[in-house]
């Protein structure tokens, strides 16, 4: 295997040149054929291919992921991205025929045609670092954007492995890489966009918006969780206690869609924890730490945030707590908390950490769910049909998976995205070439209607207003 290249900080300096040649290239109109994005895409698929172990390699640096999560949650994920955008791109970016048209002016031609925005900023998180920055990429790629992608600093290996693919496969004019944090960030946001595509932080997704804001560039922010899971007295405690479980083991739950907290019908606390440490130990038998299927925390920054979070509860430790500052190893931790003020309900953990709150009844989750966060990013209830669909009704989220934990952010061509505070704008299969592009409304006036047109000229004669 080649050697994983060094992460390097691009020179402030430079940055404003780069994003004036990569506006040039799109005012060029070179991205414009759909032969030139599809040679594009098929570049980026065998670019990823081809690196398919230094992507390996640099995720487990970062996150520790196992080669099988990160072969299915980044490298194949976009992988399968590029196949279905290339499959369908003819399709999408037809002209599309316009709905509800009055007879006499479809004599004019309305038709929608899928113009490309311009010139697009992505800007990556840690946790997927692969999937959450080359996702929207395929997706500007597709549309007939120009774009430049800053990913996170976050996940320094797999942001250097990102940009040496993209800057030995595409189009170096049209496609290329920033890498940086705040000062570069910062340097990129003082350019001129046509479209800033954001995952990340609340807070930081603020300070984007309130940029974008000054040029009127419309963004798109996938934002923090903070999700509510509900189980009901009538859920089966051992599928619901797995089902959570994976999602907060999975990359060591730093999900932005996992479950931020659980709360568990009061008659049915007992039997999901017991069902929760009997799935920690079919998990990982052997214990978390010493699996290779379990990830560790980006960084000391972050998992001193856990700890801290831990450590700042009221609750009780139920399940696993053990923690290896030098490791960066949280066990998944369940926490049984008293109140919806404790720091693990209120805050955003994005870790392996499970806090549960008992509840009387549905009424009061579904009370507390919309109090904690009228708009989080999904929503996990488990029970009766009747029930799941009750907290669909009497909720609202970015999305929901009833009876499991964020299975509907796995389905590659369902849009993803959040709602209110959660987020604005969707992306994945078709959203993610729609979210690049402008759906440009256009009609053709016939020379030989001037006669029909003639009403709208003045003088407005009487006999004209009569007509
Ligand atoms: P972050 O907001 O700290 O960083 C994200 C990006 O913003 C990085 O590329 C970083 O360099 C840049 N950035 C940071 N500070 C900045 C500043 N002051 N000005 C300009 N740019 C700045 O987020 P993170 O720590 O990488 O990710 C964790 C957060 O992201 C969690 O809240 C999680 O829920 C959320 N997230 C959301 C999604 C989603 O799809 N909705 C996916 C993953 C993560």
Partial sequence: MAALPPFEHTPIEGIAD???????????????????????LRKLYWGLKDNEALVMEACKRDLGKSSFETYLTELSWCMNDIVFMSNNLARFAKDEAPEDIAFTNKLFGPRIVKDPLGTALIIGAYNFPIQLSLGPFIGAIAAGCTAVLKPSEGSPYAAAVMQKIIAESLDPSCYTCVQGAVPETSALLDQKWDKIFYTGSVGVGTIIAKKAAETLTPVVLELGGRNPAIITKNADPRLAARRLLWAKTLNA??????????????????????????ALQEFY??????????????????????????????????????????????????????????SMIRDESFGPL???????????????ANEVHDTPLGLYPFGTKAEMEKVLAQTRSGGAS?????????????????????????Y??????????????VTKTPAWIEGMLDVRYPPYTLKKQKK
């Fill in 18 to 40: 780069t994003v004036k040649t990569i506006r040039t290239s799109f005012l060029s109109h070179k991205t414009r054929p759909l032969e030139f994005r599809l040679v594009q």
């Fill in 428 to 441: 994945r299969g078709k959203a993610s070439f729609e979210v690049f592009t402008h759906r440009r409304s």
């Fill in 402 to 426: 009833l009876n499991d934990g964020y299975f509907h952010a796995s389905i590659p061509t369902l849009p993803f995205g959040g709602v209110g505070s959660s987020g604005s704008g969707a």
């Fill in 253 to 278: 739950g730093q999900v932005c869609v996992s479950q931020n907290f659980t709360m568990v019908d009061k008659e049915m606390l007992q039997p999901f924890i017991k069902e929760m440490k009997n």
């Fill in 354 to 368: 499970l806090p549960i709150l008992a509840v009387e009844n549905l009424d009061e989750a579904i009370k507390i």
């Fill in 285 to 342: 038998p052997q214990g978390a730490r010493k699996s290779p299927d379990y990830g560790r925390i980006v960084n000391l920054r972050q998992f001193q945030r856990l700890k801290k979070m831990v450590d700042d509860s009221n609750g009780k430790i139920v399940v696993g707590g053990t923690m290896d500052e030098a490791d960066l190893f949280i066990e998944p931790t369940v926490v049984l908390v008293e109140s919806t003020d404790d």
